[in-house]
Structure formats: structure tokens, C-alpha cells
């Protein structure tokens, strides 16, 4: 019967389920959520008038910082932008999170920079576990001959010998206490007698670096000097006196001489547009003082053993030019890029004259023939070389000389002087002297930099003919490498152990230097600007990703004060290069690495020259199919988002979207009446307002005057931040001023971002803000 039941059941369940399902409505789709609304903020019109032309500026409120009114609607409409931004990038929180792990695991676990051998001890600095900021700290190199691994023991402690072998100098833990959260040092110099360290700290509530000095013997602060707003410091007497510059209120140089006694006034400048710099010779015997002006430039020698003999004037130029001077048993060494016999020079140039020399103005004599082949990009002494930074067309070179040098007054060939070549690796893009502060030391430290590789720190010893990279991050392996101990990787560190001699035919090897041209390439090309000057264009992709026409690029590019464009190789990036990406660098007028007369044609009333350079670079990456035509991103940093925000204006087409890093973006309203203080390297480089032709070149490059009304604009991401000398109002203003004039299009948002910390000193950040703007570029182009 129970079976019975159960068969009957069964069919009658079975006509249910088909009548339910016959009775069943399928739920209508979702239409997909309304993007979100981009801020409005409120339009208060000004009217400026210069030079017989007016113009409006409706958000000139944003930059009025003593109004409160203005900086509460300030801090509304930057709260609507954080939440704007929020909205309009939620849909790749998972992808935000992804990349921030990658670009975190990639950041170089440095718990220790490489110590610097300076007299009887080794200096450098290390991260606590736990701590935002570093410690600064020393050893006694007689006593840690095999440095003591910067990961164990973490505090200095040698727990085999049951002793301390650790000096903590300063906690920048604790100096951000003393200032308001924040510990960004700018200057730092220990007393050549190792007894002091003088450094200034940026007290953000005041905007101005503060001097302090520390006891070193004893860890405490010194009642003496102390000083606010100082930019400059240098030790004399052997390091019972300082020699620091201070501005006033409105920014004019003092020159001061501080010890435990009462400071002394030993220069004051009393004009604007004034800059001083003080610098102590690399072997203490004296002090310079350089004074650049709008009309000349200066250089004043000072007795370090008697600072108040007074100065000697020992240098006088034109204006707006490099002068560095050097001291080697008796002689004067100036490198400068001063006009030479009356006639301006590209490059710099290396001379000298006897420090007792009593002719005036000084004989001094040229070094070098004059080699247009041979560019002598910067240099180093020690005791017993001379080394130098040299570039034949392209390509770097780091050569030593031995000194004394034996010269006539004509001056030599480079080869004459038996130079001896310092290995280096393929495609270096830069090289850079390290602290070096022992001068009696034959061992020479440079940073050598590529877009292949990550950065490698070298040690030459120019007597025994070695050299041994001291720390470089090896990505292979995920470790970074570090001579003065012990990594977590045995083969990597017994790797390390071994020094390399400078004639070894394998100096260039990959596997040396850590090179990942294995699976990147880096590629050159000369890329004709609007008026045929040759361009250099560097381009960089994955060997396993890249596809004729069909890959997303991002070009980077600067072309400012003479700057060096920076093309090291950056782990960050590492993501979208594995995801198929072209990494290009365009190397514009304006910027430096190719002479004056490169930076002089990009700048003031040429600056126009940088951003048709920058468009025709970008141009050529499509039209050689290096990248697909609608898959092209801009990218600048600072004055290198003028280039870019400018190169939007002139082809808004162009690209499909960029990010610009706390961006210049208004220039006239920047220049003609600055909120915050400007320098004369400002001014010369992007003009002077007062000037007509300068005003006019000024308005024609300005990211905010010239904004294209009814076009369609890229999708731009605006990152900026309230410690930044270019105003987060000027990235605002711009953001709200490209909205009301271009083509609303949701699908190419333009985006404001802000940070309140000093993201340089913080590696969380630093990872957080890259995958942010990472994710940013593949949500608009890759997706």
C-alpha cells in the first residue's frame, strides 16, 4: 500500500512542477547604475588684466588660502572629489587590490641602505619593524670589517659577543613627533670630526625647513645654531662652526656662521631674485659661497680653519650658469658651463688655477681640449682620482684619471691622460656619484641607472682595479642584494662576496648587473619633431607580449630645468609591461642629458618646442604601429604635466588617457601672482610675465588657458597633494575648468586624486597610489 501511495504521489508532484514552472515570469534585467555625477564647484569670476590682455578666472577662489570662507568650500569640493573618484573607480577595487599586492612584493625590502665608509666608521640607515621613518645609525669599521647583516640582529646587538655594535644617531620616528607627523629631511651633513650632525626637518604648520644640531657623543640637541627657513649648511674649523644661508619673510638669502657662540653675519643679499649656496671642498680645507643673481653668477672662497678672514671672490660669470669648485693640494678645480673666451658653451668644461694665485681676475686654465665628441656630463675627486661622467653621442662612459694632473696650459686630449674605463652595463641611462665623503679613499661609489634594469649601487676601487655591486634588487630571485651581509638567498650573497676586476671581458654580462633584457627589450629611435630636430625616443615592452598595432603605451616625458629625464627602470611598472604595454620616454627639448642649447630651445618663449616634440613622439609610436592608434596614454610628473596637459590641448584625440602627477597646469595666474614662494630657476625657466614676449609664450603653453571648448577629452587621472610646492588649487581649478568646457563623456572621466602624506616616505602608499593609477589606465584603455 505504502508503494502504492508513493507511485501515485509521484506523477501528481510532477504535473505541479510543470504547472509552476508554466505560471513562472522571468525577472527583467537590471539596467546597469547611472554613472556618477563629476562635483560643480561654485563660480566666483576675476577679472586679470596684463600686457593689453584680460582674462577671466572663475575658480581663482580655490588659491585664496587666507580666506576662509573660500577654504571651507575648499575642503567641501575636494571631499566631493575624493568621493567622485571613489565612485567612478569602484568597479576595479579587485583589481586595485591585485596590482598593490604585485607592486608591493616588488618594492625592495631594503632594511638597510649600504653603508658609507667615512673615516673610522660606517654610516647608513635602516627601517625598524613596524616604523614609517628610518633610523640613522654608525659602526666602527675596524670593529665590523664583515658588516653584520642589516636584517639580524635589527637593533645592533651582537648576541655572540654579547655587545653593542650600533650607534643610533636619529630617529626620524621621533623627529616626526617634533613635527606634526611628518619627518621629511632635506640637508644633512655629520662634522668632519664625526662629533655633530646638522640637518633641517620641513615643519609643515610654518612651510620652511628648521635647522637642528645634535650631539652625537651624547644624543641631544644643541642649543646652538638653530635657525628657520635655511636651505643651505656647510661644517668649518673641523667642525666647531657652521656655515648656514637663511631667507627672511620674503625669501632673501643671509649667510650665517653658527657655533656655540653668537651667530655671525657673514653675507646678506638685500635684492630679490637672489639665491645663495654654500658647500664645503671635498677635502674640508675651504668653504664657497656661490651667489647667482639675474645678472651674474659668483663664487667666494672662505679658509674652513678661519671662517671669519673673510671671502675672496675667485669666480665671476654671466648669469644662470653651473659653477662647482674643487681643491687638490693647491690647485682650484671649477667645473662650469660658463660662457668660454667670450663665447657661450653647450657643455660643461673642467678648469683650474692655483689656490695662491694673486692675479685678478684669476688665470685659470681648460683642462681638456675641446672634444665635441666627448661630453663631460659631471665629475668626482678623491685624493688620487679624478673620475668622470662622460657621454659620446648616447652612450655613458665613467672613466678615472690619477692625479696630480700633469698638463700644459693648452690643455690635453682625455686619451692622453691614460684613462682607465670603469665597467658599466648596455643601456645606461644615467649615472650618478654617491656620497663619497672620504676623500683619502680610493674606493668610489656611483648609482648606475637603466630602463632595464633595477638601480645598482657600485663600488670602484680605483687602486686595486675592483669593483663589487654593493646593492641592487635582483627581481629573479625577489631579493635584493646587499654586500655588508648576509640576504636570505645563499647564492645570491656568495655571489656578492666576489669583487670583479676592471679589465673582466664579461664587465657588461646580464647576469652580473641583474639585467632583464631577457625578457625586456629596450629600443632607441630619433624621432623627427614639426621642425626636423631629432628627438630621442626611448621605448621599452615585454619580449613575449609584444604585437604589431595591437598594444596600449604609455609615453612618458618632462622636458624641464635642464632635468635629465628619469627612465630607470621602475618596479611599478613591471604590471603593465607583463600585461602587453609599451613603456616609451620621450626625451623633449627643455630637459637636459643633450646640452644647454637643448634645455635653452624648451624653454621661456621656446617652450612650445617641448610640446610639439612631446605630440610628435606620441604620433610616431602610432603611425609605426608600436602602438594601437586608440590605446595611446600620456604621463607626467610635476612641470612635465604642463607638457602633457598641453599636448591634450593641441590633440585631445591623440590620446585616449594620461595621468598627471602634481601637475603645473596654470602658469600665468602661478607666475604673475604666486601663493606660494617661487624660485628664479622658475621664472627662468617658464618666463617672466613682466617681460611681453615672455607673457605671451606663457599663455600660449598653459594647460589652463588653452582647455579646446566642445572637444572630447581622454580620460585623465589628476593626482595632487596638500605638501606639494605646486598648489593642489591649480590641479583643481584645471579638473573643474576641463569639465564645463570639453564633451561629458562618462565613459572618459577626468579624475582628481588626493593625498595628505608625503607619499615618497611611505611604502604602503606608495604601492597603493601606483595600483590606483595602474588600474586607472587599464580600466580606460586595456578594457
Known amino acids: 500500500m ?85 565612485a567612478v573607480m569602484s568597479d576595479t577595487e579587485r583589481l586595485q587590490s591585485k596590482l598593490q599586492s604585485e607592486i608591493a612584493s616588488r618594492l625592495a625590502a631594503d632594511l638597510s641602505t649600504p653603508p658609507v665608509r667615512w673615516g673610522p666608521w660606517l654610516y647608513y640607515r635602516r627601517v625598524e619593524e613596524g616604523k614609517q621613518y628610518p633610523v640613522l645609525c654608525r659602526r666602527l669599521a675596524s670593529l665590523n670589517e664583515e658588516f653584520i647583516s642589516n636584517k639580524s640582529p635589527s ?143 659668483k663664487v667666494f672662497l672662505i679658509n674652513a680653519a678661519d671662517p671669519l678672514a673673510g671671502m675672496t671672490l675667485v669666480w665671476e660669470c654671466e648669469a644662470n650658469v653651473h659653477c662647482i669648485i674643487e681643491h687638490h693640494q693647491g690647485y682650484l678645480y671649477l667645473f662650469t658651463d660658463a660662457a668660454l673666451l667670450g663665447q657661450p658653451v653647450d657643455h660643461h668644461y673642467l678648469l683650474r688655477c692655483p689656490v695662491a694665485s694673486s692675479c685678478s681676475p684669476r688665470n685659470w686654465e681648460n683642462i681638456f681640449v675641446n672634444d665635441h665628441e666627448l661630453i663631460i656630463e659631471d665629475i668626482d675627486f678623491c685624493n688620487s682620482h679624478l673620475l668622470l ?102 647564492s645570491s650573497s656568495q655571489k656578492l662576496s666576489v669583487s670583479k676586476n676592471f679589465s673582466d671581458n664579461n664587465a657588461g654580462d646580464d ?74 620616454y620621450a626625451d623633449v627639448r627643455g630637459g637636459g642629458g643633450r646640452g644647454r642649447k637643448w634645455h635653452y ?18 604620433k610616431f609610436l602610432i603611425e609605426r604601429e608600436v602602438v594601437q592608434e586608440s590605446k595611446l596614454a600620456g604621463w607626467g610628473y610635476s612641470a612635465g604635466g604642463l607638457l602633457v596637459a598641453s599636448a591634450i590641448n593641441f590633440c585631445p584625440d591623440l590620446f585616449r588617457a594620461a595621468i598627471l602627477k602634481v601637475p603645473f597646469l596654470d602658469p600665468t595666474n602661478t607666475l604673475l601672482l604666486p601663493v606660494l614662494p617661487l624660485t628664479p630657476d622658475d621664472y627662468e625657466e617658464f618666463g617672466y610675465p613682466g617681460d611681453i614676449e615672455d607673457f605671451r609664450a606663457i599663455r600660449e603653453c598653459s594647460p589652463y588657458d588653452n582647455i579646446r571648448k566642445n572637444a572630447l577629452y581622454p580620460a585623465i587621472l589628476v593626482t595632487s597633494s596638500f605638501s606639494t610646492r605646486f598648489g593642489v588649487w591649480e590641479a583643481a581649478k584645471w579638473v573643474a575648468r576641463v569639465r564645463e568646457y570639453s564633451i561629458y563623456d562618462p565613459s572618459r572621466p577626468v579624475l582628481l586624486n588626493l593625498t595628505t602624506d608625503i607619499v615618497e616616505e611611505n611604502r604602503y602608499l606608495q604601492s597603493k597610489e601606483a595600483a590606483l593609477e595602474t588600474a586607472f589606465l587599464i580600466k580606460n584603455i586595456d578594457s
Open 511 to 584: 647576469s652580473t648587473w641583474n639585467d632583464l633584457s631577457e625578457y625586456y627589450a629596450c629600443e632607441e629611435y630619433d624621432v623627427p619633431s614639426y621642425d626636423g630636430v631629432l628627438v630621442s625616443l626611448t621605448i621599452l615592452y615585454s619580449r613575449h607580449r609584444k604585437k604589431i598595432g595591437e598594444n596600449p603605451g604609455l609615453l612618458h616625458g618632462h622636458g624641464a630645468y635642464g632635468e635629465i629625464l628619469d627612465k630607470r627602470w621602475r618596479n611599478e611598472l613591471k604590471s603593465l609591461l607583463d600585461r602587453g604595454w609599451i613603456i616609451a
Open 155 to 297: 637593533a645592533g646587538f651582537d648576541f655572540t659577543s654579547g655587545r653593542k655594535i650600533e650607534q643610533k644617531l636619529l630617529d626620524y620616528n621621533q623627529e616626526a613627533e617634533r613635527f606634526g607627523g611628518y619627518a621629511y629631511e632635506e640637508l644633512s651633513e655629520v662634522s668632519p670630526d664625526h662629533r655633530y650632525l646638522a640637518y633641517t626637518m620641513y615643519d609643515k604648520d610654518n612651510d620652511y625647513f628648521k635647522l637642528s644640531v645634535r650631539d652625537l657623543n651624547f644624543g641631544s640637541l644643541c642649543n646652538k645654531p638653530q635657525a628657520d627657513r635655511v636651505s643651505n649648511i656647510a661644517w668649518a674649523k673641523d667642525g666647531q662652526a657652521l656655515l648656514y644661508v637663511v631667507t627672511n619673510d620674503k625669501k632673501r638669502p643671509f649667510s650665517m656662521l653658527g657655533s656655540n657662540d653668537e651667530d655671525v653675519l657673514l653675507l646678506e643679499e638685500p635684492q630679490e631674485n637672489v639665491h645663495v649656496n654654500v658647500r664645503h671642498t671635498k677635502d674640508f680645507c675651504f668653504l664657497t659661497v656661490n651667489v647667482f643673481s639675474t645678472q651674474s653668477s
Open 389 to 490: 661622467i662622460v657621454r659620446e653621442e648616447s652612450k655613458y662612459g665613467l672613466y678615472s684619471v690619477s692625479l696630480p694632473l700633469n698638463i700644459d696650459k693648452a690643455g690635453a686630449h682625455l686619451r692622453e691622460l691614460n684613462p682607465q674605463k670603469l665597467p658599466l652595463p648596455d643601456h645606461v641611462s644615467q649615472i650618478l656619484p654617491g656620497p663619497n665623503y672620504d676623500f683619502y679613499s680610493s674606493t668610489m661609489r656611483f648609482t648606475i641607472i637603466s630602463p632595464v634594469m633595477p638601480d645598482a649601487v657600485v663600488d670602484y676601487d680605483l687602486l686595486n682595479g675592483k669593483w663589487t655591486i654593493v646593492q641592487q634588487q635582483n627581481l629573479l630571485y625577489e631579493r635584493t642584494r646587499v654586500l655588508y651581509g648576509t640576504t636570505s638567498s645563499v
Open 2 to 86: 505504502r508503494h502504492l501511495l508513493t507511485a501515485v504521489r509521484r506523477p501528481l508532484l510532477r504535473h505541479r512542477a510543470i504547472l509552476q514552472r508554466a505560471n513562472y515570469k522571468p525577472q527583467k534585467t537590471q539596467p546597469p547604475p547611472s554613472p556618477p555625477s563629476p562635483p560643480k564647484p561654485p563660480k566666483k569670476p576675476v577679472t586679470f588684466s596684463l600686457h593689453g590682455e584680460s582674462w577671466e578666472d572663475e575658480y581663482n577662489w580655490m588659491s585664496q588660502l587666507n580666506d576662509r570662507v573660500a577654504m571651507r568650500h575648499m575642503d567641501v569640493y575636494m571631499e566631493q572629489e575624493e568621493k567622485y573618484t571613489e
Open 601 to 618: 630651445d624648451g624653454r621661456r618663449t621656446m617652450k612650445l618646442n617641448s610640446v610639439k616634440d612631446y605630440i610628435s613622439c606620441a
